[in-house]
C-alpha cells in the first residue's frame, strides 16, 4: 500500500479502460438498492463518489499510488460503517418513513449529480490523452519553387 510511485501514461489509459467496463454496473448497483431503500444508494454513491475523485487526483499525478490505496482503504471502512449507520437508521425511522424517504431520495440525487460531474472530469481527462497521443500526418508539397508542408 506504500507506493511512492505516481501512475504511468499506460496505467492512466488502463484505469480509464476499466471505469468505462465498470460504469454500467455500478449504475446497475446503485440504482438496484436505491429501490431497495434510497439510503442505500447514497451510501453507494458516496463510496463511489469519494472513490472517483480520488482516481481524478491519481490521474492529474496529485497523490502517488500508495496514497491513494491508503485513501480507498479509508473509503472502504468508511462506506461499511455507513451501511452499518443505514441499517439502524431505517430501523429507527420507520414510523417516519414516508418523509425520511423523501430526504435520502432528494440527498442521492444530488449526489449522482456530483458522481456525473466526476465522470465528466474523468472522461475530459481521457479526452486530453486522446489528443497528446493522436498520431500526425504532414503533407509537403512544391509550390513553384517553395517548399509548403502542413501537419494535421
Avoid at 93 to 110: D, P, T, V
Wanted: with cysteine.
Amino acid at each position: 500500500m506504500a507506493d511512492p510511485n505516481f501512475v504511468s501514461e499506460q496505467d492512466k489509459k488502463d484505469i480509464i479502460a476499466y471505469r468505462a467496463v465498470e460504469t454500467p454496473c455500478i449504475t446497475i448497483a446503485v440504482t438496484e438498492y436505491g429501490q431497495a431503500h434510497p439510503a442505500y444508494a447514497l451510501v453507494l454513491t458516496e463510496f463511489y463518489s469519494t472513490r472517483d475523485k480520488n482516481i481524478a487526483k491519481l490521474m492529474r499525478g496529485e497523490i502517488n499510488i500508495g496514497k491513494f490505496n491508503e485513501l480507498l482503504s479509508d473509503s472502504f471502512v468508511k462506506f461499511y460503517q455507513d451501511v452499518a449507520a443505514t441499517h439502524y437508521e431505517i430501523a429507527q425511522n420507520l414510523s417516519q418513513s414516508h418523509q425520511y424517504e423523501q430526504q435520502k431520495r432528494m440527498a442521492a440525487a444530488q449526489m449522482m449529480q456530483n458522481w456525473g460531474y466526476q465522470m465528466q472530469v474523468l472522461s475530459q481527462q481521457q479526452q486530453m490523452i486522446n489528443a497528446v497521443n493522436r498520431p500526425l500526418t504532414t503533407n509537403c508539397r512544391y509550390i513553384g519553387q517553395i517548399w509548403q508542408c502542413t501537419t494535421q
